[in-house]
């Protein structure tokens, strides 16, 4: 059950960081709702993030280090999920470019609980390992 946690969960960040390379420059932190309002982070964030999703997609995906890794994860994804939170509180519903610009969809309370999910799948990876 660990090693499909951990292929899915590898498979989302793959999929996550994939898109967001692939959207160039319509992928944006700086000017959104999600900015850090400083803009040197949320060009680090832009360059990097991607990347990221992308190895932390192909170690779940080996298994390699799962209890790192799986911790990691948990912490990208639990910072997502409060960008998400701080937003909805807010009242704003901007598009949702986490998987890329080619599907941009409004965030909602749904993108919250998809991450919660995932979160839950992080964790069964730390602990199974």
């Known amino acids: 059950m660990t090693t499909v946690a951990a292929l899915a969960l590898g498979l989302v960040f793959e999929w996550s960081g994939i898109a967001k390379v692939a959207s160039r420059d319509a992928w944006q932190v700086e000017g959104t709702p999600f900015s850090t309002g400083r803009r040197s982070i949320d060009r680090l964030v832009r360059a990097y993030l991607p990347w990221l999703e992308i190895v932390l997609g192909v170690l779940l995906i080996v298994r390699i280090s799962p209890v790192v890794v799986g911790a990691v994860s948990a912490a990208v994804l639990v910072s997502f999920t409060v960008a998400l939170v701080k937003v909805l ?13 080619g599907r941009p969809r409004p965030v909602s309370w749904l993108s919250v609980g998809r991450n919660v999910g995932l ?11």
Do not use: E, H, K, T
């Open 89 to 101: 509180a807010a009242g704003q519903r901007p598009s949702c470019m986490c998987f890329g610009a």
């Open 119 to 129: 979160i839950g799948v992080a964790v069964a990876v730390i602990a199974g390992a």
